[in-house]
């Protein structure tokens, strides 16, 4: 059973800074908690050189529409265009951290497969969106390299 006894105000200061740092999680990472390893990339070094892109390469291995869906409007925004532009994001190096793990190239593999990290980070479908939007405008693999980089870089 619960108990009763008056709370000191220690007790109460304790447990209301516990709900507060599981109210914040909960708001930073959305109604559903992300994968161990997006929480952990982001404790990650995020400087580094950006991949050459592959010749050829191509969007086959990002998910359809269907698999993103519940994962919320801005993911399935994201994967939409990087369907597009597939040879822009070989090119870069995602900013999150992910590009520390082993099998992690490019932004454009964190949007591959199944599980796809972007799915549930903010900062790999950021990158991809802005990558999106100069591409639309324009601007070359360096000058969004660059965007990135600044945007997101450490």
Request: glycine share 8%; net charge positive; aromatic share 4%.
């Amino acid at each position: 059973m619960f108990d009763r006894s008056p709370l000191t105000r220690r007790a109460l200061l304790a447990r209301s800074a516990g709900a507060c740092a599981a109210l914040a999680a909960a708001l930073v990472l959305g109604d559903a908690i992300a994968p161990a390893r997006a929480a952990l990339a982001a404790t990650r070094r995020r400087d580094g050189k950006h991949p050459d892109p592959r010749p050829g390469i191509d969007a086959s291995r990002i998910p359809p529409d269907d698999k993103v869906r519940d994962h919320g409007d801005n993911a399935l925004a994201a994967f939409a265009e990087a369907r597009q532009i597939p040879g822009i994001l070989d090119g870069i190096r995602c900013h999150c951290g992910c590009a520390d793990e082993p099998g992690m190239r490019s932004l454009l593999t964190c949007y591959e497969g199944e599980d796809a990290m972007a799915m549930h980070c903010q900062i790999c479908q950021g990158q991809a969106r802005l990558a999106f939007r100069l591409h639309q405008r324009g601007r070359t693999l360096a000058q969004i390299r660059a965007a990135v980089d600044a945007r997101y870089g450490s």
